[in-house]
């Protein structure tokens, strides 16, 4: 045994048994710290020229207010990068971008420059290279100007990177979409045009509420290339949506994975064996909600989850308990329980998961409130009908 975790590998189930809360606490956040790993970086570029709104829609689409809080660091003389520990993304901001003919030229070679030198990095840098390109131009302004087409035509064709054209502060809906198709007839080389209000937009007779940045979070994702999926998904704030699809996916993936068909039933001695397996489950939910696994959560986790509670404890207790929650299987039948029990536990666990990471990202509740009695009793209920909805 091994800091209290054993391994064994017993029919096509993979065992681990843990003896020691301490020892599985600090595996599971340190299997989270290399799941962010893994992520690596989204890298985007925002461009557009000064006061557009692009500070306002990096802090609506992305979390921890990053354009505010994010170190500006000067890449170039009309970039500064925004990156933050904990947030797989690096944006890059243009500044001073006024795009008069001498200064647009440089520009644009600065910023192909940017590309070009991440791309020399080479592939072992893939983790660098530049994804995608947001370049912002507000609603309100009178036409798309020459020096913007040209600017994002050269990005475009020259740098091979996808070009998504966001019209912004679009408080007056219909102004906005009419200068969409305006931009639309240019025929540029863009990917998706997306028409965004970031924030709440008020004057004295009338209020605008925010509205687009989902959709263009959405349309993003769908020209990233897939390396940068998971990163992409974990640093937006914008789309709850986007999170809870993904975190579907994962659970679906988990069950058929580790009980699809061919998996001999198992017994109920080693029911124990559902919690790796769970867990790696919880880890990956947590990256894409982009919430910290801490300390804190993860007991939260054992305790509210998997029904572990106390310093030690026989591990074998976990499934058994939660089996009893299941409607019509109660104690297993001749000490088994099937791979269809397993998934059907498995799938309730992961949608209550999801349930209060929502819970967490909307700040609906805190990790310490987890430990309270009466959101352990919610969780408990959660769980219960989640295992009772045959539905799914
Ligand atoms: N109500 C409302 N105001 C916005 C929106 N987007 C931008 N603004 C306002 O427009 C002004 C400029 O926005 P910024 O986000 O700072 O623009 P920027 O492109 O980052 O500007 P520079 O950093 O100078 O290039 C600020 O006063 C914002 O509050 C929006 O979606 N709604
Ligand atoms: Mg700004």
Redesign the pocket.
Known sequence: MEHGIEKKKESSYEVLEYTNVEELLKKMVSDFRKEMKELGHVNIIIA??????????INAAFREHL?ETGMGKPVTSCCRKIEKEGVPIRIY?T?GLELNEARKRESIAEIRGLIQEKIDLGPEHADEFIHCVWY?VQSDSDRFEESEQDFVRMISEECDIPVILVI??A?LKKHAKAFASEIGSYNLPIRAISI??????EDEDFTAK?YGVPELVQTTLDVLPESARRAWVNAQQASLELKKSEALTIIKQTVSLAFGAGYSPLPMSDAVVLAPIQISMFIRITSVYGISMTKGLAASIASSLLGVAGATFAGRAIASNLIKLIPGIGTAIGGTISGGTAAMLTWALGRTYIEIMEKLFRGELTVSDLEKDEVRETIEKVLDRNLKNKEE
Do not use: F, I, M, N
Not at 48 to 57: E, I, N
Not at 196 to 201: K, Q, S, T
């Open positions: 557009g020229k000064t006061g557009v709104g692009k500070s306002t829609l354009a901001d500044v912002c912004t502060k408080y965004v209000l970031a924030e709440a937009y925010p």
